[in-house]
């Protein structure tokens, strides 16, 4: 016998937490969110880079950058939230000439953007002392910055708790049955360890499709059994993140996000490196649009780089010293001479769910009358994940988007690429 659940949100990221968050302080009751591992070991909010900025290239990311950024400015003891700027570096004629033309925009939305010329950049960041001759311009967002996620992620969790969330910790969901309204439901059939398919599904492009039931399993005392759950829920949220498509595929729904590996170093300066009366805890985020990016992290500095063409795949192998020597060392010392003699503290890898126009994706789920979605959020997530929260429980408590309008993020954009919601400085 399954177990009703009014409003069942799958994955407890910062985006699953802020949403089960929003829709409780709405006075909604009933939610549960389910995560394999509350602790995060494979989740995108416990492995990223914390750099928050509203300063995108298209309005509705603008917005639920801008909105969240607020969020953070307001809470900005308790998230760490340090409003120290992006710094962005152009090397590339067109890429340059595309950030002016942006910060048009940006600038309509109150951001404040600044334009530096070259010998404006060297004295205001002394630190950037190589590779001066390709530098064409900056632009300086002076109200972005840096949050500590983990914060944020508490803080929903906190407060959505308060206002009667259920989170329930290390249950895999494993399975998922629906049915057409009028028809039978699915039942749930057992193929492997990890694994369970639905055998009588909606048809995905019939909108009377239903979520009749989520098979959870989960690990109880003694260790070694598994149990499983039967949850029978009035709305399904997947926050999934990464593995939203393995849900999707589930029951038949075409996916376009992929996963892939983005990886981090942390690094150690000599403070004897440091040109005069550089300090650098009091930077904020330093893009090299080449796809070079770092800022100050405690008594280090974090520091990232893409891989062009990185395979996609479920990958979380950091690779250690052969990254920072092949691709985060070099890359800094050419920007700044302090990074010369460097080391190599450690590092991890996460993933980025990535979309074909690197945006991310919100809203129903076609075909389904139940099932709703808010994934693939690529590098951008966190500085989304308040105003994406707000909007979501504005669609599934009261039928439309609050306070951020999140139609353009819908799936069905892909099926026509003029409705993209393309955004090119993607790191
Ligand atoms: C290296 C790196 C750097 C980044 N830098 C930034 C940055 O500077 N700023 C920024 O805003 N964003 C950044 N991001 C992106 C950001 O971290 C993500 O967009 C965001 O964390 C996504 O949150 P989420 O809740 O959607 O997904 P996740 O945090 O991945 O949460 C998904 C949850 O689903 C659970 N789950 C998965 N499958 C199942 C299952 N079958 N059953 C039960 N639970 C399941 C997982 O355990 C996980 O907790 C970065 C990401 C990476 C990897």
């Given at each position: 016998?399954?177990?009703?659940?009014?409003?069942?949100?799958l994955g407890?990221?910062?985006?699953?937490?802020?949403v089960?968050w929003?829709?409780?302080?709405?006075?909604?009751?009933?939610?549960?969110?389910?995560?394999?591992?509350?602790?995060g070991?494979y989740?995108?909010?416990?492995?990223n880079?914390?750099?928050?900025r509203?300063?995108?290239w298209?309005?509705?990311?603008?917005?639920?950058?801008?909105?969240?950024?607020?969020?953070?400015?307001?809470?900005?003891?308790e998230?760490g939230?340090?409003?120290?700027?992006?710094?962005w570096?152009?090397?590339?004629?067109?890429?340059?000439e595309?950030?002016?033309?942006?910060?048009?925009?940006?600038?309509?939305?109150g951001?404040?953007?600044e334009?530096?010329?070259p010998?404006e950049l060297?004295a205001?960041?002394p630190?950037?002392?190589?590779?001066?001759?390709?530098?064409?311009?900056?632009?300086?967002?002076?109200r972005?910055?840096?949050?500590n996620?983990?914060a944020v992620?508490a803080?929903?969790?906190?407060e959505?708790?308060r206002?009667g969330v259920?989170?329930?910790?290390?249950?895999?969901?494993?399975?998922i049955a629906?049915?057409?309204?009028a028809?039978?439901?699915?039942s749930?059939?057992?193929v492997?360890?990890?694994?369970?398919?639905?055998?009588?599904?909606?048809?995905?492009?019939d909108?009377d499709?239903?979520?009749?039931?989520?098979?959870t399993?989960h690990?109880?005392?003694?260790?070694?059994?598994?149990?499983?759950s039967?949850?029978a829920?009035?709305?399904v949220?997947n926050c999934?993140?990464?593995?939203s498509s393995?849900?999707?595929?589930?029951i038949?729904?075409?996916?376009v996000?992929?996963?892939?590996?983005?990886?981090?170093?942390?690094?150690?300066?000599h403070?004897?490196?440091?040109p005069a009366?550089?300090?650098?805890?009091?930077?904020?985020m330093i893009?090299?649009?080449?796809?070079?990016?770092?800022?100050?992290?405690?008594?280090?500095?974090?520091a990232?780089?893409?891989?062009?063409?990185?395979?996609?795949?479920?990958?979380?192998?950091?690779?250690g010293?052969?990254f920072f020597?092949?691709?985060?060392?070099?890359?800094l010392?050419?920007r700044a001479?302090?990074?010369?003699r460097c080391g190599h503290?450690r590092?991890?890898a996460?993933?980025y769910?990535?979309t074909?126009?690197?945006?991310?994706?919100?809203?129903?789920v076609?075909?389904f009358a139940?099932?709703?979605?808010?994934r693939?959020?690529?590098?951008?997530g966190?500085?989304?994940?308040?105003?994406i929260?707000?909007?979501?429980?504005g669609?599934v408590?009261?039928?439309?988007?609050e306070e951020?309008?999140?139609?353009?993020?819908?799936?069905?954009?892909f099926?026509?690429?003029?409705r993209?919601v393309?955004?090119d400085?993607?790191i």
């Amino acid at each position: 016998m399954a177990t009703r659940v009014p409003i069942l949100i799958l994955g407890g990221g910062i985006i699953g937490t802020s949403v089960a968050w929003a829709l409780a302080a709405r006075g909604v009751r009933g939610i549960e969110v389910v995560d394999l591992d509350l602790a995060g070991v494979y989740a995108s909010s416990e492995l990223n880079a914390g750099g928050v900025r509203a300063t995108w290239w298209q309005p509705v990311n603008v917005e639920c950058c801008r909105l969240t950024l607020d969020f953070f400015r307001a809470h900005a003891a308790e998230f760490g939230f340090r409003e120290r700027g992006y710094l962005w570096l152009y090397a590339d004629a067109a890429l340059w000439e595309r950030a002016l033309e942006k910060r048009t925009l940006q600038n309509a939305f109150g951001l404040g953007v600044e334009a530096l010329a070259p010998f404006e950049l060297w004295a205001r960041f002394p630190l950037l002392d190589r590779g001066r001759e390709e530098i064409l311009g900056a632009t300086f967002s002076p109200r972005d910055g840096l949050v500590n996620p983990n914060a944020v992620r508490a803080f929903f969790r906190r407060e959505a708790e308060r206002q009667g969330v259920v989170f329930r910790n290390r249950h895999y969901v494993s399975g998922i049955a629906t049915a057409r309204v009028a028809g039978r439901a699915g039942s749930l059939r057992r193929v492997s360890e990890v694994d369970v398919v639905e055998v009588a599904r909606g048809d995905p492009t019939d909108a009377d499709g239903t979520v009749r039931e989520i098979l959870t399993s989960h690990h109880v005392a003694p260790a070694e059994q598994v149990s499983e759950s039967r949850l029978a829920p009035d709305v399904v949220v997947n926050c999934l993140g990464a593995w939203s498509s393995v849900l999707l595929a589930k029951i038949g729904v075409r996916d376009v996000a992929e996963p892939v590996r983005r990886q981090i170093s942390l690094v150690d300066v000599h403070a004897s490196d440091l040109p005069a009366g550089v300090d650098p805890s009091t930077l904020g985020m330093i893009v090299d649009a080449s796809g070079l990016y770092f800022h100050p992290e405690g008594p280090h500095v974090l520091a990232g780089y893409s891989i062009p063409h990185e395979a996609p795949g479920f990958d979380f192998g950091y690779d250690g010293e052969t990254f920072f020597e092949a691709e985060i060392w070099p890359r800094l010392a050419h920007r700044a001479s302090a990074f010369e003699r460097c080391g190599h503290v450690r590092g991890w890898a996460g993933l980025y769910d990535v979309t074909p126009d690197r945006s991310g994706i919100a809203g129903a789920v076609a075909g389904f009358a139940n099932l709703f979605e808010a994934r693939s959020f690529t590098g951008r997530g966190v500085m989304q994940s308040y105003a994406i929260g707000r909007a979501m429980a504005g669609l599934v408590a009261g039928g439309r988007f609050e306070e951020v309008d999140l139609a353009p993020l819908a799936r069905d954009r892909f099926d026509d690429p003029a409705r993209w919601v393309t955004e090119d400085l993607h790191i």
